[in-house]
């Protein structure tokens, strides 16, 4: 087999942006700013697109810069009504389930918005593990090391045998450069230069079909 294991970005990767839910919490961290720091609301769409640029994510540059309580961020920003807004896939459910690979969340949220994701969808059980952003020692993707500490967790010894989706193409050109397969979820993936787009992941059952395709050996 040549891939053996699969890395799934989180949000906006497993559940269309249409339901809203990061779009809440984007909004969410910018409360926080606003609230809890006293930045001005002017203010916070600059500040936040600089930490995006230079840190990766918003959670990051406050970390460096407010030196913020991490978990009180954390759980500020993801105080909401997730099991309102998402529901259970099947269909994605048995196609994971299908899939011989190990299979790993790799996101730069925390684990406990993950599960809760996870839970909603009815796909927790699933996965091998959750790759979040404790466990990156808040290394954040689109940082090269942040793929390599993956790896490590993961148990993988070689880039090459990784698959790799993400909402994002700016957290999947460092994972093509390294060796991994890159797959772009996304409606809009025209001028994309991953390996393959599609518009959401149950399609990888169709579209990358040696995922589930057993090598051939010669006589």
Same mark, same amino acid.
């Given at each position: 087999?040549?891939?053996?294991?699969? !890395? !799934?970005?989180?949000?906006?990767?497993?559940?269309?942006?249409? @339901?809203?839910?990061?779009?809440?919490?984007?909004?969410?961290?910018? #409360?926080?700013?606003?609230?809890?720091?006293?930045?001005?609301?002017?203010?916070?769409?600059?500040?936040?697109?600089?930490? !995006?640029?230079?840190?990766?994510?918003?959670?990051?540059?406050?970390?460096?810069?407010?030196?913020? #309580?991490? /978990?009180?961020?954390?759980?500020?920003?993801?105080?909401?009504?997730?099991?309102?807004?998402?529901?259970?896939?099947?269909?994605?459910?048995?196609?994971?389930?299908?899939?011989?690979?190990?299979?790993?969340?790799?996101?730069?949220?925390?684990?406990?918005?993950?599960?809760?994701?996870?839970?909603?969808?009815?796909?927790?059980?699933?996965?091998?593990?959750?790759?979040?952003?404790?466990?990156?020692?808040?290394?954040?993707?689109?940082?090269?090391?942040?793929?390599?500490?993956?790896?490590?967790?993961?148990?993988?010894?070689?880039?090459?045998?990784?698959?790799?989706? /993400?909402?994002?193409?700016?957290?999947?050109?460092?994972?093509?450069?390294?060796?991994?397969? @890159?797959?772009?979820?996304?409606?809009?993936?025209?001028?994309?230069?991953? /390996?393959? @787009?599609? @518009?959401?992941?149950?399609?990888?059952?169709?579209?990358?079909?040696?995922?589930?395709?057993?090598?051939?050996?010669?006589?």
């Amino acid at each position: 087999m040549r891939y053996t294991c699969v !890395f !799934f970005d989180l949000d906006e990767t497993l559940y269309p942006s249409s @339901t809203g839910l990061w779009s809440s919490i984007r909004d969410r961290m910018n #409360d926080y700013m606003r609230v809890k720091l006293g930045i001005p609301a002017d203010q916070i769409p600059i500040i936040r697109r600089f930490y !995006f640029d230079t840190y990766g994510t918003t959670l990051r540059g406050l970390q460096i810069h407010y030196k913020i #309580d991490t /978990d009180d961020f954390l759980a500020f920003v993801h105080d909401l009504p997730i099991e309102e807004v998402l529901k259970a896939d099947q269909e994605l459910h048995t196609m994971l389930s299908s899939m011989p690979q190990q299979k790993w969340i790799f996101t730069n949220a925390n684990s406990e918005h993950a599960r809760r994701v996870l839970n909603a969808l009815q796909i927790q059980g699933c996965f091998d593990g959750i790759i979040d952003i404790r466990s990156l020692g808040f290394v954040c993707k689109p940082d090269p090391k942040a793929y390599q500490i993956a790896m490590q967790i993961a148990g993988v010894d070689t880039p090459r045998k990784c698959v790799y989706l /993400d909402d994002a193409l700016r957290n999947l050109v460092p994972a093509k450069d390294l060796g991994f397969y @890159t797959v772009l979820v996304s409606s809009d993936g025209a001028q994309s230069t991953a /390996d393959l @787009t599609i @518009t959401r992941p149950h399609e990888l059952r169709r579209s990358l079909i040696e995922l589930w395709t057993k090598p051939s050996t010669s006589a």
